[in-house]
Nanobody
Framework: QVQLVESGGGLVQAGGSLRLSCAASGSIFSIHAMGWYRQAPGKQRELVAASTGGGGTNYADSVKGRFTISRDNAKNTVYLQMNSLKPEDTAVYYC???????????????WGQGTQVTVSS
């Protein structure tokens, strides 16, 4: 089975920085894309940033220039460096892995359990 474990959330003042990490474990052969989504209270889950297998990245307009996604394929780990944080960035952040192929040739998408990010004004 595949598991995604996130870390790095917490409470930070506006203008501060946090770095989220997400490590995928299990019998993984390959992962096509890894990314981060977030969900604020009363709102739908939205894409924050994603890193595709070809090395491409995409970001929500609201975080461009402030957040940077990076990926260590050897460790099946994805990071999200968040700078210049704003109160509106407050949400539960979820790690996502798409197109995961296991060593038994099972394919699927997976989610982490979520990590809370709170930005105080």
């Amino acid at each position: 089975q595949v598991q995604l474990v996130e870390s790095g959330g917490g409470l930070v003042q506006a203008g501060g920085s946090l770095r989220l990490s997400c490590a995928a474990s299990g019998s993984i052969f390959s992962i096509h894309a890894m990314g981060w989504y977030r969900q604020a209270p009363g709102k739908q889950r939205e894409l924050v940033a994603a890193s595709t297998g070809g090395g491409g990245t995409n970001y929500a307009d609201s975080v461009k220039g402030r957040f940077t996604i990076s990926r260590d394929n050897a460790k099946n780990t994805v990071y999200l460096q968040m700078n210049s944080l704003k109160p509106e960035d407050t949400a539960v952040y979820y790690c996502n892995a798409r197109g995961v192929v296991t060593t038994t040739l099972h394919a699927g998408d997976y989610w982490g359990q979520g990590t809370q990010v709170t930005v105080s004004s």
